[in-house]
Structures are given as C-alpha cells and as structure tokens.
C-alpha cells in the first residue's frame, strides 16, 4: 500500500516509518510538494486529524487533479493517514491536550525566554514541571487520534492513549521528542525520552493506534 502521511513533522514521519514497515511504502508532504498547513481549530483530538485529513485530501487531490497519483513517479497513491496527538495531565483537567504543540509558543517566540531554552519543547517540559511543583497525582497519558481515508472512500478512525506519569524531578533522556523527557514509562523505569526507538515504538500510543487501524485494512 502507497500512503500518504498528512505531515511535514520529521519527528512523526520517522516514528510511523518505523512503526508501519511491512507490505506499505510511506510518502510525506513533502514528498509530495505539499508544502501548507491547516490551523487546528478543532476541539478534539478527533476534529484536529479531521481538520487535516481534509486538508491533506484537498491538497492533494488538486495536485493530483483527482487521480491519486504521484505528481513525480508513476504510482497510485492508496490511502492518506491523518494524525493529531498530544500530552494530558490528570490534574491540569487533561491539558495541554490539543494544545500541546502551541504551549507557550507565542511566548517562547516574542520573548527572552528562548535565550534559557534550546527549544519550544524544553520550554513547554519546563512550564509542566512547574505547574506540578509539589502536586502528587503526576498521572499523565499521550492521546493518539489517526484517521485513514482510503482511495475507494472507506475512512477508518482510531483513537488509543499510553498511560504514564510527570517525573517528579528534570527532564531525563534525549531519543524522544515533545514531552517525552518528562513521560515516565513505570514498566521501563524510564522516560520515554530514554526508549530505545524500537521498544518506544511498540508501546507508543502512536504505535498501538497505529497497528490497531492497519489491521483492520
């Protein structure tokens, strides 16, 4: 199957290569020149991936002029996945949820505070820690929302969750990306930040939402 990854996120398209490996050869936007982005104003998980699916379809299709082709090689393209994902705090009422790309961006981007971090992601890891600054509930879970529309115009959603914990200290590992070095994985003893790729990406939510809606196609 020829699919259509509906994101420029390198961290993203890296994790579903290596989740989605048998039998399907994954493209991205750019791949396909696709170069716009669609503002996520929906108010779930589920309208986020919608919001882009449909985004991605039209793009697409008018690249394409509706044939699902490939505007550079001679292949059909079978499918398009679509994905929003975020970081949930039981005590912060499940925020930043779908808010978590945009935490403190505006901020980080007109202010000194980029000067103190090396990246938005550390910031945002750093704004967690301080709202749970000697809270005791650190559960915590990653929200994973995929969407596949195939050609023939089935379409296939998918929602899964992987339940963990807000370290209690600093941020720890640097093989993930995002809030993975505060997302302590108890089964491991590490943060997901401190996964090897493999072991991350069988127990992700990304990897179990993932396998669970290509076996169903």
Known sequence: MNLLIATNNLHKLR??????????????FDDIGIQSKPQETGKSFLENATIKLEHARKSFEY?????????????????????????CVEVLNGMPGIFSSRLGKEKY???????????LAQYQCSQILTKLREVQNRTA???CCIIVLMRTGE??????HWHGSVVEEKPR??????????????????????LSPQVKNRIS?????ANRIFSLL
């Open 155 to 160: 379409l296939i959603a998918m929602q899964h």
């Open 141 to 143: 879970w990653y929200t």
């Open 109 to 119: 981007n007109h202010s000194a505070i980029s000067d103190q971090f090396a990246s």
């Open 63 to 87: 690249f394409t002029s509706k044939k699902w082709k490939h505007p550079h090689r001679n292949l059909v393209i079978d499918a398009i996945l679509a994905e929003d994902s975020g970081f």
């Open 173 to 194: 590992g640097n093989k993930g990306f995002g809030y993975d070095p505060i997302f302590w994985v108890s089964e491991y003893s590490q943060t997901a930040a401190e």
């Open 205 to 209: 939510h990304r990897a179990l939402c």
């Open 15 to 28: 994790e579903f290569k290596d989740i989605i490996k048998r039998g399907h050869t994954l493209f991205s």
